[in-house]
């Protein structure tokens, strides 16, 4: 069975940078066929897409935070991240991490979640 | 970007009843379809993808229809553990979205 598991600075300033870790645990990240995802929701609110990355390192991205993140992924940690530049109150969110697979795109395993509340 | 509009936002219903939601597209996204159910607090869980494949583990009372800009969810016979929240999600082209969601209450 698939396991993920955010982890992270729960509180980030304005304008720093918000950094958390997916460690994926009952399968390998480098298996072909899956993608590894960030997707945060708004308190009481909706899903929102953050980015893919692949284990090959190539990066699919939200356009509307294309310019402030970053997602990156270590195999031999069997981890991946998301660094998202330039926070401000609208991007506190519960982050959760996934992975989806390739062929239908849908995101079958997901981590718990983790709360980043951005004030001062 | 495409957008996803559920309905109803909301609904209220009881045990045994036959809910159906509706999930409408902008533009066609083929059958890159799924259909999630979250409750308070926890991640979200996949019923359904590829429009009308149930997830492994998931009832049967769960099943999804549709392709191309309109799809549903039906749940056959609401069972107490599923009050809950469903969002439709899209992964047609580069850039993915979720609906609003709907939440089935009592």
């Known amino acids: 069975q698939v396991q993920l598991q955010e982890s992270g600075p729960g509180l980030v300033k304005p304008s720093q940078t918000l950094s958390l870790t997916c460690t994926v645990s009952g399968g390998s990240i480098s298996s072909r066929g899956y993608y590894w995802s960030w997707v945060r929701q708004d308190p009481g609110k909706g899903l929102e897409w953050i980015g893919n990355i692949y284990y090959t390192g190539d990066t699919y991205y939200n356009p509307s935070l294309k310019n402030r993140i970053s997602i990156s992924v270590d195999p031999s940690k069997n981890q991946f991240s998301l660094r998202l530049n330039s926070v401000t109150a609208a991007d506190t969110a519960l982050y959760f991490c996934?992975?989806?697979?390739?062929?239908?795109?849908?995101?079958?395993?997901w981590g718990q979640g983790t709360l980043v509340t951005v004030s001062s | 970007d495409i957008q996803l509009t559920q309905s109803p936002s909301s609904l209220s219903a009881s045990v045994g009843d036959r809910v159906i939601i509706t999930c409408r597209a902008t533009?066609?996204?083929?059958?890159?379809l799924s259909w999630y159910q979250q409750k308070p607090g926890k991640a979200p869980k996949l019923l359904i993808y590829a429009a009308s494949t149930l997830h492994t583990g998931v009832p049967s009372r769960f099943s999804g229809s549709g392709s191309g800009t309109l799809f549903t969810l039906t749940i056959a016979s609401l069972q107490p553990e599923d009050f809950a929240s469903y969002y439709c999600?899209?992964?047609?082209?580069?850039?993915?979205?979720f609906g609003q969601g709907t939440r089935v209450e009592v």
């Open positions: 999600q899209q992964t047609y082209g580069l850039m993915w979205t």
């Open positions: 533009q066609t996204v083929s059958t890159y």
């Open positions: 996934a992975r989806v697979t390739s062929t239908a795109r849908e995101f079958d395993y």
